[in-house]
Structures are given as C-alpha cells and as structure tokens.
C-alpha cells in the first residue's frame, strides 16, 4: 500500500484520544483491504482501474490548507438560498469557518480537543477501502445535529478544495433528532487535480423530515470517490438529491436504509457529464422494516465523449412487509461519442412488497424534435430546450427549491460548452 | 397574397406508398378542407408538408410562394410561414410554451419579450385555462385541450399558411367552436391559408372552406365548393373510393392532377 496512506501518517492526525485511535484502526483496515477493481460488480464499468492512489498524498498534517478554491457559483448558490442557519466552510476537508444562527443547530468539529465521541460509520459503515480511507485520514470530522421537534431554516456545507494530487477526506453526520424538520445543502467545489473521498452520513430519527442536496461542482481534473448514507426512522422522510456537474472521473454512492415502520425516502439526482468526464452512481435502496417506502428518480445526459453509470439495487429484507420500492433511471446521450450503462437490480426476500423499476438510455426523441421544429424553433435550440427539460424534472423537484435557477443557469452553460466542443470536432482525450 | 403550392406530391412510409400524386394550390385567406376515410392519407399528408422523419417524398414539389419547402429543414419550413396544428401533439416534458414560442419568435427575428402577453392574449381568445400555460409542452393536457393549445401557438406565431390535422377531434362543442372562430378570424387578421384536414363536417360550420377535397388511397379523388362536404356527410366516401379504384391507374400513369371538376359533377 502507498506509504503516504500509512498508519503512522493517520495515527499523527490531531484529535481527541479516541478519534485518534479509530483512525489507526481504520488505516489498518485499509492496509489490508484491496483497492475494490471494475470487476467487481459495484464497480463495473467505472474507471476504478486507471486510478493510481500512489499519486496522491493527503494535505501535511498542521499545515492549513490554502485560500481555497472559491468558485463564483459557490458564492451564488449561497446568496440564492436565503437565510440559514448554519453556514459550515472546509478547505481540504478542515473546518475553517463556522456561522451558526439558531440555537436549534449544532456543530461540532470531533477533532477538536475534548469533542466527545460519536458513532463515526454506523449508518455508512465501510462498504468499500474508500470508506476505511475516509475513516483513517478525514482531519476533522464534522458533526451537526439538529434539535428535537425544531425546524430551522438551511444548513449549508461548503468544502472548498485545492491542491496537486492531494487526497482530501471530508466527512459530515448530519443527525436530525425525532420531529425535527431541517434541510442541508452540501456543496463539494474546486478540488484542482485531487482525489476526494467524502463520506456524508444523514441519520433521520422518528418522526423527522430531512431534505439532503449534493452539488457537485468540482474541477475538471478533480476525481471524486464519494459515499452518502442514510438512516431513516419510523414515521420518518428524507429526500436526497444529488446535483453533479464537475470532476474528471466523480462517482457517489448513496445508501439509504429504512429502518423503522412507516419511514420513507426519496432519491433524486441530475447529472450532466461532457468532455471526457465520467459520472458514476449506485445506489442501494435498503428496506428493513415494515410499511416502508423508497422512490428513486436519477436523470442525467451525456455529451461529446462522456460517460455515465447507474448502477442501483432495491433489497427488501426478510420482515419487510409492505414494502413500496421505485427505481427510475433515464439517460440522454446527446452525441455519438457519449455513453452511458444503466443496471437496475432487485434483490426480494419478502412477499407483501410492490417494486418496480425503469432504465432507459438513448437520444433526444425524435418526435419531440419535430414539434418543436414544427413551431420554427431550429434544431439546436430545439435539441438543448429538450435536453434541459429533460434534467428539469429532477431540478424541479429539489428539497431546496431557491437552487433550482441557479443550477438551471449551470446546466445551460453547461450544454452550451458542450456543443461548442462538438462543433469544433476536438473531444480532448480521456485522461484519469 | 402567397402561394402554398403542393403538385405531383408522392410520398411512403417504411416502404409503402401512401400519397400518390397530390395537386393542391392554396392561397392567403383561402380555406380548403381535406375529407377522407381513414388511411386515405391525410395526416400523411400533414406531416411530409413539414417533414415529418419517417416520411420519404419520392416525387413532386411543394413550394410557398416559390421556395422549394422540400429541400428545408423543418424548422425553415415553418420559419417560411408553415405551421402544423397536430392531431396528436406532442408531450414536451420540462419544455413550458412560452420557452418554445420565444425561441421561434427570436427565430423569426420578431420580438421574443412580446411573448408571454401574445399568449395570454390567444389563450383568452380560445378559453385556454391560464393554469396551462406553465405546464410543459402538452404534459398532463386533455385531448381538447392541446387542440386549444396548438390553436394559441398559431395565434402567437402568425403563420401563412396552417396545415390543420384534424384540429376538431377530441373537442367538445364549445372547443370546437372556439377552436374553429380562432381560425377563421385569422384568415382576414392575418390574411392566413388554412389547410384543414377532416373528418367531420362540423369544423366547417364555423370554419368555411372555400373548396373541399376528396382524399382517397393517396390521391384527391374530388374537389369542389363547400357544398362538396354537406355531400359527403350524407353519402359517405364509399362511392369515391370506387371512383378512384377504377380510374386509378390512369391518374398514376398521367401523374397529374387528379380530381377536378368531371368528377364533381355526379354530385346533384
């Protein structure tokens, strides 16, 4: 294994007496574990082969990370939210500001001298070395917590990311307590040429409503290996959406468990992937309880030469009754270059259920063309209001609906760029 | 005063000729209706005018006031002053109406702002509930409502010529009156051609057609004045159909126009 990932460099990371001690119980998991490989089938089709972690070394322990990357979307996403109630800033996966306004909010940074401990992984747990990664190297893991039967207005997370093949490892748990009703805009930017492994885990308890945005604006040379995690309670509702627009190769798994009667979750994302960029997402929709409902809708397009991967499961446990589980994935492929792989799985141990799922990949419809052409729109416009409207269905429907003009702004940039690079015939190549 | 000229038009569909040998000359402010039982063509005819893909012409030429429609993309067809009213509109998720109309607009160099009061205006003038207008393109609307929706859209954009595929299906009474009333004040507002295609005789008792047509296996069997379509609905096309069985070979090798005058004449 890379010695920069040595236990003795997550050992010499700063914290508390028993953060300390996971770390290096982490990294001696990593040690041991193998780097997951495209032929494992969580991993298929991603470009998981063509990373080479020995090229990345996590920030110098002490060292604060730069000014950091403060993308102007960044700045206009947080002005288009509104008020807030918390406002939390990373650089390279470090805490460097913290605004919080209501006293219903709390933040607390577990490397700090003194945090308490905190269950660190219960609801994500270690899926893959990624996960142990995050575990051993993350400087400052980040907890909020939102108080019993309050509803406070945003909370909003910014990781700012820099750097020349670093290996940045932010990592949130976000708990809303019974009855609280919170939402979190989590946004993960810049990143330069690194690798980022961020681990966001959301624990919804009785009762509570959480609505969970990921926006993904990371640099177009920036590779993100990211997992979310849920826990849903009883009589509980989360709403997760996911927003990926950057990074050379991004990938974020979401896991969402049900695990008391009556909880449901709602799964969205819109991804828009041009160049050579790859987006990678799998999603496992875990029911463990009875009366439990999951409903998934991922959209997303590719163009030029880009890829994209959906990869999702719906398990229904044994004692699952009652189960509704929905799992749709639809992907527009705008150029001939461009691809993308949809792989929807069921895994059924209980009767009582209803599932079901949908993929679909392929072009612009053509009837859909016609009319438009048909009003005396000309082709182009015609094709990029379809593709917008296509990704719309998904923005439409954010827990944070004051981001919808702006991320609306992003994927029409976006488009544009895409099919200036078409015209001009030169995809750039595919690099990792 | 312009010319929408369609002569010799023969098209197919996977293979299968459906139009054989079209002849029809509309000018501004004239109406002619298009009669015939199913599969005679009609829609098929609807949709080779604007270049529908799918449909192949394979001889003739349409043009509008001399350019050559044929060799034009859809959307320069209906830059050109075409406009098709669809018998089954298309849904346009996440595309909303005003989008759509202000990219023509711009297209056509008009005034693109202008376009959120021209629809209002036109969704009043045909009883189009204004809690359609933000929906997408056709999304979650009644049959007789996107009727009501294509008939704005040709308000806003003030075509020349409107190819009308059986805008008054799925209506009902108060619709197709509407509908209908639109229509024909654009053919003295804007001085529009109005080619409507049928079943039904009731489109036309608002609507009046200034010659109507018989349409059977691809060709125009019949053309005649508006008396012609009081005709068909009592008769039926059954004896056209016959008409054009027999003499059909001779029309396909003469190619051209076919119809007319001689066989209008059985008719009292």
Same mark, same amino acid.
């Given at each position: 294994?890379?010695?920069?990932?040595?236990?003795?460099?997550?050992?010499?990371?700063?914290?508390?007496?028993?953060?300390?001690?996971?770390?290096?119980?982490?990294?001696?998991?990593?040690?041991?574990?193998?780097?997951?490989?495209?032929? #494992?089938?969580?991993?298929?089709?991603?470009?998981?082969?063509?990373?080479?972690?020995?090229?990345?070394?996590?920030?110098?322990?002490?060292?604060?990370?730069?000014?950091?990357?403060?993308?102007?979307?960044?700045?206009?996403?947080?002005?288009?939210?509104?008020?807030?109630?918390?406002?939390?800033?990373?650089?390279?996966?470090?805490?460097?500001?913290?605004?919080?306004?209501?006293?219903?909010?709390?933040?607390?940074?577990?490397?700090?001298?003194?945090?308490?401990?905190?269950?660190?992984?219960?609801?994500?747990?270690?899926?893959?070395?990624?996960?142990?990664?995050?575990?051993?190297?993350?400087?400052?893991?980040?907890?909020?917590?939102?108080?019993?039967?309050?509803?406070?207005?945003?909370?909003?997370?910014?990781?700012?990311?820099?750097?020349?093949?670093?290996?940045?490892?932010?990592?949130?748990?976000?708990?809303?307590?019974?009855?609280?009703?919170?939402?979190?805009?989590?946004?993960?930017?810049?990143?330069?040429?690194?690798?980022?492994?961020?681990?966001?885990?959301?624990?919804?308890?009785?009762?509570?409503?959480?609505?969970?945005?990921?926006?993904?604006?990371?640099?177009?040379?920036?590779?993100?290996?990211?997992?979310?995690?849920?826990?849903?309670?009883?009589?509980?509702?989360?709403?997760?959406?996911?927003?990926?627009?950057?990074?050379?190769?991004?990938?974020?798994?979401? +896991?969402?468990?049900?695990?008391?009667?009556?909880?449901?979750?709602?799964?969205?994302?819109?991804?828009?992937?041009?160049?050579?960029?790859?987006?990678?997402?799998?999603?496992?929709?875990?029911?463990?309880?009875?009366?439990?409902?999951?409903?998934?809708?991922?959209?997303?397009?590719?163009?030029?030469?880009?890829?994209?991967?959906?990869?999702?499961?719906?398990?229904?446990?044994?004692?699952?009754?009652?189960?509704?589980?929905?799992?749709?994935?639809?992907? #527009?492929?705008?150029?001939?270059?461009?691809?993308?792989?949809?792989?929807?799985?069921?895994?059924?141990?209980?009767?009582?259920?209803?599932?079901?799922?949908?993929?679909?990949?392929?072009?612009?419809?053509?009837?859909?063309?016609?009319?438009?052409?048909?009003?005396?729109?000309?082709?182009?416009?015609?094709?990029?209001?379809?593709?917008?409207?296509?990704?719309?269905?998904?923005?439409?429907?954010?827990?944070?609906?004051?981001?919808?003009?702006?991320?609306?702004?992003?994927?029409?940039?976006?488009?544009?760029?895409?099919?200036?690079?078409?015209?001009?015939?030169?995809?750039?190549?595919?690099?990792? | 005063?312009?010319e929408l000229v369609i002569?010799?038009?023969?098209?197919?569909?996977?293979?299968?000729?459906?139009?054989?040998?079209? +002849?029809l000359v509309v000018r501004s402010?004239e109406v002619h209706?298009?009669?015939?039982?199913?599969?005679?063509?009609?829609?098929?005819?609807?949709?080779?005018?604007?270049?529908?893909?799918?449909?192949?012409?394979?001889?003739?030429?349409?043009?509008?006031?001399?350019? +050559?429609?044929?060799?034009?993309?859809?959307?320069?067809?209906?830059?050109?002053?075409?406009?098709?009213?669809?018998?089954?509109?298309?849904?346009?998720?996440?595309?909303?109406?005003?989008?759509?109309?202000?990219?023509?607009?711009?297209?056509?160099?008009?005034?693109?702002?202008?376009?959120?009061?021209?629809?209002?205006?036109?969704?009043?003038?045909?009883?189009?509930?204004?809690?359609?207008?933000?929906?997408?393109?056709?999304?979650?609307?009644?049959?007789?409502?996107?009727?009501?929706?294509?008939?704005?859209?040709?308000?806003?954009?003030?075509?020349?010529f409107?190819?009308?595929?059986?805008?008054?299906?799925?209506?009902?009474?108060?619709?197709?009156?509407?509908?209908?009333?639109?229509?024909?004040?654009?053919?003295?507002?804007?001085?529009?051609g109005v080619l409507?295609?049928?079943?039904?005789?009731?489109?036309?008792?608002?609507?009046?057609?200034?010659r109507?047509?018989?349409?059977?296996?691809?060709?125009?069997?019949?053309?005649?004045?508006?008396?012609?379509?009081?005709?068909?609905?009592?008769?039926?096309?059954?004896?056209?159909?016959?008409?054009?069985?027999?003499?059909?070979?001779?029309?396909?090798?003469?190619?051209?126009?076919?119809?007319?005058?001689?066989?209008?004449?059985?008719?009292?």
């Open positions: 294994m890379s010695p920069s990932f040595a236990t003795e460099t997550a050992a010499a990371l700063e914290g508390p007496a028993w953060l300390r001690a996971e770390r290096e119980d982490a990294a001696r998991r990593f040690a041991a574990a193998a780097l997951p490989t495209a032929a #494992l089938e969580e991993w298929r089709y991603s470009r998981i082969d063509a990373l080479d972690l020995d090229r990345f070394s996590p920030p110098t322990p002490g060292v604060a990370g730069g000014a950091g990357a403060a993308p102007a979307e960044v700045d206009a996403l947080l002005t288009a939210l509104g008020p807030t109630a918390a406002v939390i800033e990373t650089r390279d996966g470090r805490l460097a500001a913290l605004r919080v306004t209501d006293p219903a909010v709390t933040v607390e940074d577990l490397s700090a001298a003194g945090a308490a401990r905190c269950e660190l992984g219960a609801i994500a747990g270690e899926p893959d070395a990624f996960a142990a990664l995050n575990r051993a190297f993350a400087p400052a893991p980040l907890r909020v917590r939102v108080s019993e039967g309050s509803s406070p207005a945003p909370i909003v997370v910014v990781h700012r990311l820099e750097g020349t093949r670093a290996a940045l490892f932010p990592r949130i748990l976000v708990e809303a307590a019974s009855g609280s009703v919170a939402s979190v805009l989590e946004v993960v930017a810049g990143g330069g040429s690194s690798l980022v492994v961020p681990v966001t885990e959301l624990d919804v308890a009785d009762a509570a409503s959480l609505g969970y945005v990921h926006v993904q604006l990371l640099d177009e040379d920036a590779w993100q290996v990211g997992l979310q995690a849920s826990r849903v309670g009883r009589d509980a509702r989360l709403t997760s959406a996911a927003v990926a627009i950057g990074g050379d190769y991004a990938r974020l798994r979401t +896991d969402s468990a049900l695990v008391a009667p009556g909880g449901e979750s709602r799964l969205i994302a819109v991804y828009f992937a041009a160049g050579a960029q790859m987006h990678d997402f799998r999603t496992v929709q875990g029911h463990l309880a009875p009366r439990t409902r999951s409903d998934l809708l991922y959209k997303g397009a590719v163009a030029n030469g880009a890829r994209s991967v959906y990869s999702g499961l719906i398990r229904v446990e044994k004692g699952a009754r009652g189960t509704n589980a929905f799992q749709a994935n639809r992907n #527009l492929v705008l150029h001939e270059g461009a691809h993308a792989d949809s792989v929807p799985n069921l895994e059924i141990e209980e009767n009582d259920v209803r599932c079901s799922h949908a993929s679909a990949v392929g072009p612009i419809a053509e009837d859909q063309l016609f009319y438009l052409e048909s009003r005396g729109v000309p082709t182009d416009v015609a094709s990029r209001l379809i593709a917008l409207g296509f990704l719309d269905e998904v923005i439409e429907h954010l827990p944070l609906p004051r981001l919808a003009a702006l991320l609306r702004a992003a994927l029409a940039a976006k488009l544009e760029r895409a099919e200036a690079l078409e015209a001009g015939g030169a995809a750039p190549g595919e690099g990792a | 005063m312009s002569e010799g038009l023969r098209a197919s569909v996977s293979g299968k000729e459906i139009l054989r040998g079209i +002849d402010g209706a298009v009669m015939g039982p199913n599969g005679s063509g009609k829609s098929t005819l609807s949709h080779v005018l604007l270049g529908r893909p799918g449909y192949v012409v394979t001889g003739g030429r349409v043009t509008l006031d001399g350019v +050559d429609l044929l060799e034009l993309p859809t959307w320069r067809r209906a830059q050109a002053g075409l406009f098709l009213g669809m018998q089954y509109p298309i849904e346009v998720p996440g595309v909303s109406l005003e989008d759509a109309l202000g990219e023509s607009l711009r297209a056509r160099g008009r005034d693109a702002s202008a376009v959120r009061d021209l629809v209002r205006e036109e969704a009043a003038r045909v009883g189009f509930d204004e809690r359609f207008l933000a929906r997408p393109l056709n999304v979650d609307l009644s049959g007789g409502e996107r009727k009501r929706n294509e008939t704005v859209q040709l308000g806003v954009l003030r075509p020349r409107a190819v009308l595929d059986e805008i008054d299906s799925g209506l009902d009474v108060d619709a197709l009156r509407a509908v209908a009333r639109r229509v024909e004040a654009a053919t003295t507002e804007i001085d529009l409507a295609i049928t079943h039904y005789t009731r489109l036309l008792g608002v609507l009046r057609a200034d109507t047509h018989v349409l059977s296996r691809g060709r125009i069997v019949v053309s005649g004045g508006p008396e012609l379509a009081g005709e068909l609905e009592r008769t039926g096309y059954a004896g056209w159909a016959e008409e054009e069985t027999a003499t059909g070979d001779g029309a396909r090798a003469g190619g051209g126009p076919a119809g007319g005058g001689s066989l209008a004449e059985p008719l009292p």
